[in-house]
């Protein structure tokens, strides 16, 4: 879990994290509708306070920018490491194929 309060998130990828795991976000707070873009995808969310989203943040490049206003986002991940130090096997529910991004 990742705690990010009132910070910008410029365009990135999770390099950590599974691909075929996904990523849980979650806001809250006082602030201004903020954008989240998923920029490979060609797709963008209102992610207004107390809303959630998901997505393989290892495949999607995505950012948000918040002008002003307080917000607090957790972020839920997994990672491989956690997967080899516990033992839990590889997640075979979703598949993805190797593109160029």
Request: proline residues 6%; hydrophobic residues 35%; contains cysteine.
């Amino acid at each position: 879990v990742s705690i990010i309060c009132n910070r910008r998130s410029p365009p990135h990828r999770d390099p950590k994290c599974r691909p075929a795991a996904f990523d849980i976000m979650t806001t809250a707070g006082r602030y201004h509708p903020v954008v989240m873009d998923f920029m490979n995808l060609g797709s963008s969310f209102y992610n207004n306070s107390g809303s959630m989203l998901a997505s393989s943040c290892r495949l999607v490049r995505h950012y948000m920018n918040v002008e002003e206003g307080n917000r607090i986002v957790t972020a839920w991940y997994m990672r491989d490491s956690i997967h080899n130090f516990v033992g839990t096997p590889s997640t075979e529910y979703a598949k993805y194929d190797r593109v160029n991004m």
